[in-house]
């Protein structure tokens, strides 16, 4: 486990995640990535305490990630359905996150499509002392905390398995592929990339990649984002391709001509590899839209994505964070 003093009470965004806190989280997750691929694949970490899921937005690979995590740290856990909940006879978020208190929840994970909510909720059990950590699952368009940290993980585990780093990341070069104006992911993977010294390419159509992205980071890091609203100065010599869904569902105009045509000038394929670093390596946070932005034939090729890897990573990365904030609850 990592010896560094973990002092932050709630995990709600990246923005000012110190590079201590970031190199915690690493070796911690390494640690617990350890106890997955050993013969028992459970701790006694969190017994006793209660995870509520409080998923107020579909979610697959999150929710079960979490459970998941939260069953190997042998923590109870609940979790929230929106359908079948009191929010359809017009109980109030907060109220909801009350009800969860009085069960015993020690720890929250909130997901929800309106930016701010997990922040909310915290400030309210701030308010009343309880003791409860908050972990933010995704917020609208704001932050996925946990998606940028297991990406981390990943892209530093790849580069040194068994010491996965920082400094292992310092001059690489990371497009960021799709669309990135819709993306709590992209925003996440900003801040902890900059912050580790990696050199970001954002690339997209003009009306997914807004000039507003370069006031995302502050003055220390703006040498190390970069904006492109064509695809090949992004991917050449780039390091690692992270491609983003199009997310046609937060879409309220026409951003983009057609699937195809997005697909033509902006979508992952062998040839356009051949542009980046030769060992170059693919993420994607998923779900994917198979053929839109990227092929399947890259999705599925173990010498190039690291997709499944992100998956096996995210459960010892959320390990990792309900643990360290989990041991902060009371």
């Given at each position: 486990?990592?010896?560094?003093t973990?002092?932050r009470?709630?995990?709600?965004s990246?923005?000012?995640?110190?590079?201590?806190?970031?190199?915690?989280v690493?070796?911690t997750?390494?640690?617990?990535?350890k106890?997955?691929?050993?013969r028992t694949?459970k701790v006694?970490?969190?017994q006793?305490?209660v995870?509520?899921?409080?998923?107020?937005?579909?979610?697959?690979?999150?929710?079960?990630?979490?459970?998941?995590a939260?069953?190997r740290?042998s923590?109870?856990?609940l979790?929230?359905s929106?359908?079948s909940s009191s929010?359809?006879?017009g109980?109030?978020?907060l109220?909801?996150a009350?009800?969860?208190?009085?069960?015993?929840?020690?720890?929250?994970?909130?997901?929800h499509?309106?930016?701010?909510v997990?922040?909310i909720?915290?400030r309210?059990?701030?308010?009343?002392?309880?003791?409860?950590?908050?972990?933010?699952?995704?917020?609208?368009?704001?932050?996925?905390?946990?998606q940028g940290?297991?990406?981390?993980?990943?892209?530093?585990?790849?580069?040194?398995?068994t010491?996965?780093?920082?400094?292992l990341l310092?001059?690489?070069?990371?497009?960021?592929?799709?669309?990135?104006?819709h993306?709590?992911v992209?925003?996440?993977?900003?801040y902890?990339?900059?912050?580790?010294?990696?050199?970001?390419?954002?690339a997209a159509?003009?009306?997914?990649?807004?000039?507003?992205?370069?006031?995302?980071?502050d003055?220390?890091?703006k040498?190390k984002?970069?904006l492109?609203?064509?695809?090949?100065p992004?991917?050449?010599?780039a390091?690692f391709?992270?491609t983003?869904?199009l997310?046609?569902?937060?879409?309220?105009?026409?951003?983009?001509?057609?699937?195809?045509?997005?697909?033509?000038?902006?979508?992952?394929?062998r040839d356009?590899?051949?542009?980046c670093?030769?060992?170059?390596?693919i993420?994607?946070p998923?779900?994917?839209?198979?053929?839109?932005?990227?092929?399947?034939?890259?999705m599925?090729?173990?010498?190039?994505?690291l997709?499944?890897?992100?998956?096996?990573?995210?459960?010892?990365?959320?390990?990792?964070?309900?643990?360290?904030?989990?041991?902060?609850?009371?």
């Amino acid at each position: 486990m990592a010896t560094t003093t973990w002092t932050r009470r709630h995990i709600l965004s990246l923005a000012d995640f110190t590079p201590e806190e970031y190199e915690t989280v690493l070796q911690t997750a390494a640690s617990f990535q350890k106890v997955l691929t050993g013969r028992t694949k459970k701790v006694p970490a969190l017994q006793g305490k209660v995870v509520a899921n409080m998923f107020f937005e579909p979610s697959t690979r999150t929710r079960s990630s979490f459970e998941l995590a939260a069953k190997r740290l042998s923590a109870d856990i609940l979790n929230f359905s929106p359908g079948s909940s009191s929010l359809t006879k017009g109980e109030t978020i907060l109220d909801t996150a009350k009800t969860y208190l009085a069960m015993g929840a020690d720890i929250m994970v909130i997901r929800h499509q309106q930016a701010g909510v997990p922040q909310i909720i915290a400030r309210e059990m701030d308010r009343l002392n309880s003791g409860v950590t908050i972990l933010n699952a995704g917020d609208g368009l704001h932050q996925h905390p946990s998606q940028g940290l297991l990406d981390l993980f990943t892209i530093t585990s790849e580069l040194d398995p068994t010491n996965p780093r920082l400094e292992l990341l310092a001059g690489k070069k990371i497009a960021i592929v799709g669309d990135i104006l819709h993306s709590r992911v992209a925003r996440s993977n900003i801040y902890s990339l900059t912050t580790a010294g990696v050199q970001v390419h954002l690339a997209a159509p003009a009306t997914l990649l807004p000039k507003a992205f370069l006031e995302i980071v502050d003055d220390r890091s703006k040498d190390k984002l970069h904006l492109h609203w064509e695809l090949n100065p992004a991917l050449e010599d780039a390091d690692f391709v992270m491609t983003l869904r199009l997310q046609q569902e937060r879409m309220t105009a026409n951003y983009i001509p057609s699937l195809r045509e997005y697909h033509q000038l902006f979508g992952i394929t062998r040839d356009r590899l051949k542009l980046c670093h030769p060992n170059v390596k693919i993420l994607h946070p998923g779900p994917t839209n198979r053929g839109v932005e990227i092929t399947s034939d890259l999705m599925d090729d173990p010498n190039l994505s690291l997709v499944s890897k992100q998956v096996t990573s995210g459960v010892a990365t959320r390990m990792a964070l309900l643990y360290l904030i989990g041991i902060n609850s009371d």
